[in-house]
């Protein structure tokens, strides 16, 4: 757009009472009286006889660019005696320029835009920053000075510039600092940037002549060396090679190039050089390398020439030279105007250049949209019914071309060439008029006798619009496919945003075959980063709709596109702050794998999903890049790249979120498990370096063990047991005889555990079902009668894998139910993916080897304990129970009673007994064998298991049904409660309180507590300490628990009762283990809720027997208790206080006209005792 020069005379609303005087100047000479305007054919000539400013209303003016306003005397005088003659606003304003009262000026401007009439003269000049500043050239004026239009403009340091000046600011608003600030901050920016560039043009015509002569001379007398390039020359190169990389699609070659060039801005063509115009694309340079254009028309050398005296410029010079006296001040305001005057031209040329630039991006666009047929196909006749008059307009327009300007002919046939591709014209001619026939349509014409002017004028009152965008492409219809590809590309762009969010999908086929089908790289791109962005935060429905486009543009453009001009999108949106958008590109990275080149696979693409896994945050973006992992581990053939992806398994196991690590065993393991096996690693290098990982995590002296690296570890091992099954399948001497027949059984439902995924599915990873099935005939064949010799395979499970693994169970910690667990839960997955003939075989007799139920290896001291550490609980729960027959569950049962017995025998810890009940009784289907395992106890004659067995009655109890505890847990316990031994009479303690906390039926309660009424009140049990502490031990683990009711007449008075005891036992080392055990049960009791009467008739007191134990026995507990009972007593005065303000609350409210209904309202909130309600609301200390 072309500047405005702000001291011509503006088209305001003065402009015909303007015109008088203009007329009066023209009619007037230069050199008549004071110095004037010069004539309109030389407006830069100097005015002669310059005078001091006039004023305002002075009859002769000179403007500050030369322009002279001259009023006559005659018009003056009219003026001055007519009311209705008046001076233009526009005068006054240059006037004022002219005399520098800028302030004045600038109030004189504040006025005209508060009235609305902004006048252009003032409006370009304050928004202009030269007026203003000081010129580089010659001496510079004084720190605080301004220069305006004729010389400095006086000013202080700290006031803003006027064009970063916010006039509002000085209103009465108040201050506003910060906006003067930024606007200043702006201007100094502005004024920076300028700077800048100017020096970039010095430096370009410096590096321009940076050869030194002697180099030339050097260069001159030995041609065979060639020319060192120059900086400007190496710039301007990278630029273009950029620039043809972009085009042709080599984004990420472009994006290396732009890396290795970090100094250069390959965006804007000036940083290469301002003052140096962009040379043609490497392409067009290559074609036109060396060859020189035929010239397709006679052409002869002509010469022009110009008087030298007729020359604005030399007028100018011959005026300086003659006065040499002028004035500075005249001589600036000359050399403004001459720079005005350039940067007019200058303007204007860039205007003329961005029109021909459209010009010719329209005749291309209408060049593609015309199909060149052979011209053989062109007739006479039809050229003259399609352009009746084309042989007169070729042979006007070859008579006109003399007289045309050279610039025009040389720009023309530029236009020409970039619209044709450089076909020649007489295909161009073919390809016009082919279109031409195939779109003439004949329409019938009024037989009338208007003019075409008329007829025009006429038809534009249908108010049809061609020259907006949208008015552009309706009245241009396609008649082609790639005009059609043309026009979407263009018009996509702009109806995408007007479309609503929840329907954009819609669009997504319409985007995908434009970007398949556009030949523009540019428009491509543009489409593509449109479809990524097509929704702000795509849902599962709409990004599997993009998904499916992106794969069927993979399809149809081939991965060399896929590469350059999809991976691009995904690489932008890789840190989009919407987790949908990221999620997108994990999805888009695997979905598209199948199609990418193998070196983008193995390197970009993994790179990228590595990045997004270590980084990102949400737990869904990182579940679909392990997916996307998975997939890309399924078409990597990059040996080179398996150490990166076993590291990527274990960081993906590792993650904090359940959904990533379900994603890892469904999708990554198979995947990468299934490339170990082509690799051979699966066995050799994947299983083994898990196993190394887990036995590193065993327990070591102090450190305990780490128990969720061991699940992380143990859980990727339970996933590579399918794909190791599937390997033993496949390696087998049997593998060439497996053929599918019509008569192959199929395979049972329950023979594989279910798998977690498809993929970890054996009859996948096999081939078929039918495969699978044959296979498996022949493998129990082979297991039962021909045995494994030569079956590398699973002589490596049975030889290294399951010796190493039993191993490792015996050294892991027998408390640790989670291990236990873990390992059972392994063992039971491995034994059934193997089979039965297998497990019974190869499996069993390891652990049965280890597990020789004799003394030997109980003795603990001897390091021979095997049988209480975690084998037994893996055995039991992981090995036997893994199938369900009769004699499997006899097997069980055996095996439980043996250990139940040696351990018993022998006076060992019972860890590995309970761990395999606990494991055991967590399935409801081992409750009858368990209980059978336990009768075996009961009846047992040794005292030593019966005891056992009551013990195991207090881990059964709380997973079995109330029937079975009825039926058949109760009579034990009441059957070994009579027992001969006080030992085995001790041991039910445990069991009875476990029941009371766990069943709700009252038959059974009344029974336990009848029990446990004997124990506490029969003469036979006033001595027996054991059981005594046993009782303690058992009222404070469960009195919290169980029902309020049992324990406040039950559990509290008997605590009361035995404390009360204590004080007077005699032997002090018991009457300490009582203490301690008070102490324990009365802390567990304190938490709940009791009652007021409980609370001063047992609780308290029971509290101030024990403090008077504790104050003789263990001073330390007397402190804490002192505070209990101090807490106590407060909880019963608050309980009273509260009690009497509850009375008073409920009688005051029953005064007034409403009594009924509130009382009603408070009776209604009164659900519990009076002596409740105060403890309510109060947490439980």
């Known amino acids: 757009m072309a500047s405005v020069n702000p001291f011509n005379l503006s088209d305001s609303e003065e402009e015909t009472e303007r015109r008088p005087n203009e007329s009066v100047d023209k009619e007037r000479s230069p050199s008549h009286g004071a110095p004037g305007p010069p004539p309109p054919g030389n407006p830069f000539s100097s005015p002669a006889e310059a005078e001091p400013p006039t004023p305002l209303l002075s009859s002769n003016r000179t403007s500050p660019n030369g322009e002279g306003i001259s009023v006559s005397a005659p018009a003056t005088s009219a003026m001055a005696g007519s009311t209705e003659a008046r001076v233009s606003v526009d005068i006054i304003a240059a006037q004022l320029l002219r005399d520098q009262f800028t302030l004045t000026a600038l109030e004189f401007h504040t006025e005209l835009l508060e009235a609305g009439r902004e006048l252009p003269r003032l409006r370009d000049y304050f928004s202009n920053p030269g007026n203003f500043e000081r010129q580089q050239g010659g001496t510079p004026p004084a720190k605080d000075q301004v ?136 392409l067009h340079l290559y074609r036109n390398c060396g060859n020189v254009p035929p010239s397709q028309r006679n052409m002869v050398d002509v010469s022009v020439a110009v008087d030298a005296s007729e020359l604005p410029g030399n ?99 530029g236009v020409s060439e970039a ?21 003439h349509v004949h329409f019938d014409q009024p037989n009338r006798k208007l003019s075409p002017a008329f007829q025009q004028a006429l038809l534009s009152f249908c ?159 990182r579940e679909a890049v392990v997916k996307s992992l998975g997939i890309i581990m399924g078409y990597i053939d990059d040996a080179d790249k398996y150490p990166q992806g076993f590291e990527l398994m274990l960081l ?34 994947l299983i083994p370096s898990l196993l190394t990982r887990i036995e590193k995590l065993l327990p070591q002296g102090e450190h305990g063990l780490d128990e969720h690296k061991l699940h992380i570890f143990l859980s990727a091992l339970q996933s590579l047991i399918p794909p190791l099954f599937a390997l033993v399948l496949q390696n087998a001497p049997f593998t060439s005889r497996a053929t599918v027949h019509a008569d192959t059984p199929a395979i049972e439902v329950t023979r594989f555990p279910r798998p977690a995924s498809p993929l970890q599915d054996i009859a996948t990873i096999i081939g078929s079902r039918e495969v699978l099935s044959a296979l498996l005939q022949l493998y129990d064949h082979q297991l039962e009668l021909e045995g494994t010799t030569g079956w590398d395979s699973l002589l490596w499970v049975v030889n290294q894998l399951l010796p190493q693994l039993i191993e490792i169970v015996g050294r892991i910690n027998v408390t640790s139910s989670t291990c236990v667990h873990e390992f059972s839960r392994f063992f039971w997955r491995l034994c059934r993916t193997f089979g039965k003939i297998f497990t019974n075989t190869k499996v069993k007799p390891q652990f049965q080897e280890i597990l020789r139920l004799s003394e030997e290896n109980v003795d603990v001291s001897a390091g021979n304990g095997i049988l209480t550490k975690a084998t037994v609980p893996i055995y039991a729960t992981g090995v036997l129970t893994c199938y369900n027959q009769e004699e499997d569950r006899k097997l069980l049962v055996g095996f439980l009673e043996d250990v139940m017995t040696t351990l018993s025998l022998s006076h060992a810890p019972l860890d590995s007994l309970k761990a395999s009940f606990v494991e055991l009784g967590a399935n409801p289907a081992y409750h009858e064998l368990l209980l059978t395992v336990l009768w075996y106890g009961v009846v047992h004659t040794s005292a030593l298991v019966r005891c056992t067995a009551a013990r195991m009655f207090e881990l059964l109890v709380k997973g079995v049904n109330e029937t079975l505890v009825a039926q058949r847990v109760v009579p034990a316990l009441i059957t070994l409660s009579s027992d001969p031994e006080i030992s085995v009479r001790i041991s039910t303690i445990p ?23 004997s124990f506490l009140e029969d003469p036979q049990y006033q001595d027996q300490h054991s059981l005594h502490i046993e009782i303690i031990r058992t009222f404070g683990r469960v009195g919290p628990n169980a029902e309020p009711r049992f324990r406040d007449e039950f559990v509290l008075p008997h605590l009361h009762k035995l404390a009360l005891a204590n004080n007077s036992h005699a032997v002090e080392s018991k009457r300490i283990d009582i203490a301690t055990q008070l102490f324990e049960a009365y802390s567990a009791l304190s938490c709940c809720f009791i009652s007021e009467e409980v609370m001063v008739n047992h609780f308290l007191p029971g509290l101030r027997c024990l403090h008077a134990d504790m104050e003789q026995l263990s001073p330390e507990h007397e402190v804490i208790l002192s505070s209990m009972i101090k807490e106590c007593e407060i909880k019963v005065e608050n309980r009273g206080m509260s009690d009497a303000q509850g009375s008073i609350s409920i009688a005051s409210s029953l005064v007034g006209e409403d009594a009924k209904t509130k009382f009603l309202s408070k009776m209604g909130q009164l659900t519990t005792s009076g002596a409740m309600l105060a403890n309510v609301f109060q947490r439980k200390k």
Not at 212 to 236: T, W
Not at 419 to 439: E, F, H, M, R, V
Not at 482 to 510: D, F, Q, T, W, Y
Not at 654 to 682: C, K, M, Y
């Open 652 to 685: 993906s196991l590792g993650d904090p979120s359940e959904r990533v690590v379900n994603a890892v065993h469904q999708v990554f393991i198979p995947a990468f498990s299934a490339w170990s096996t082509e690799l051979g690693n699966l066995h050799v290098a």
């Open 419 to 439: 619209g044709n591709g450089g076909d020649p014209p007489s295909k161009q001619k073919a390809s016009q008029l082919q279109s031409c026939n195939k779109t």
């Open 991 to 1013: 069991a009875f309180g476990t029941i009371m906390e766990t069943v709700t039926q009252k038959e059974l309660q009344e029974r336990v507590k009848m029990q446990l009424a």
């Open 315 to 413: 007028c100018v010079a011959s005026e300086f030279s003659k006065k040499p006296g002028l004035s500075q001040q005249q001589q600036t305001e000359v050399v403004q105007e001459l720079e005005y005057q350039l940067g007019l031209l200058s303007s204007e040329k860039q205007s003329l250049a961005d029109q021909i630039k459209k010009l010719q991006s329209e005749i291309q666009t209408l060049k593609r949209t015309v199909s060149s047929p052979p011209p053989a196909t062109l007739d006479l006749s039809s050229q003259k019914s399609c352009h009746p008059s084309s042989s007169s307009n070729i042979i006007t327009s070859s008579t006109d071309s003399p007289s045309v300007d050279n610039s025009q002919t040389l720009e023309g046939r």
């Open 147 to 282: 220069l305006g239009p004729g010389g400095p403009l006086n000013r202080a340091g700290s006031i803003s510039t006027l064009d970063s000046l916010d006039f509002a600011r000085y209103s009465d608003d108040g201050n506003r600092e910060s906006d003067e600030r930024v606007a200043v901050l702006e201007f100094e920016l502005r004024k920076a940037k300028e700077t800048i560039q100017a020096l970039r043009a010095n430096l370009t015509q410096a590096a321009e002549s940076d050869v030194l002569s002697q180099e030339r001379k050097n260069l001159k007398s030995c041609p065979e060396i060639q020319e060192p390039i120059r900086q400007l020359e190496k710039r301007a190169l990278n630029f273009l090679v950029n620039e043809y990389l972009l085009k042709n699609g080599y984004k990420l070659s472009s994006i290396t190039f732009s890396d290795e060039n970090d100094d250069q801005d390959f965006e804007l063509w000036d940083d290469v050089g301002l003052n140096i115009p962009k040379p043609p694309g490497l």
């Open 463 to 621: 108010r049809m619009c061609s020259d907006s965008r949208l008015g552009a492409e309706v009245s241009r219809i396609a008649d082609s496919e790639e005009s059609v590809m043309l026009m979407l590309g263009r018009c996509l762009p702009h109806i995408v945003p007007n479309v609503l969010l929840a329907k954009r999908e819609e669009l997504i086929p319409l985007i995908l075959c434009t970007a398949c089908l556009h030949p523009e790289p540019k428009e491509r791109d543009q489409l593509l980063h449109i479809l990524f962005n097509l929704i702000k935060r795509p849902d599962d429905e709409q990004r599997q709709m993009i998904l499916t486009g992106c794969v069927a543009f993979a399809r149809h453009v081939g991965p060399t596109r896929v590469e350059a001009e999809l991976l691009p999108q995904c690489w932008e949106q890789i840190n989009h702050k919407y987790p949908e958008r990221r999620l997108l590109v994990a999805e888009s990275c695997g979905a598209l794998a199948p199609y990418l080149p193998k070196e983008i696979r193995s390197s970009l693409v993994l790179s990228m999903l590595q990045q997004m896994l270590a980084e990102d945050k949400a737990d869904m973006v």
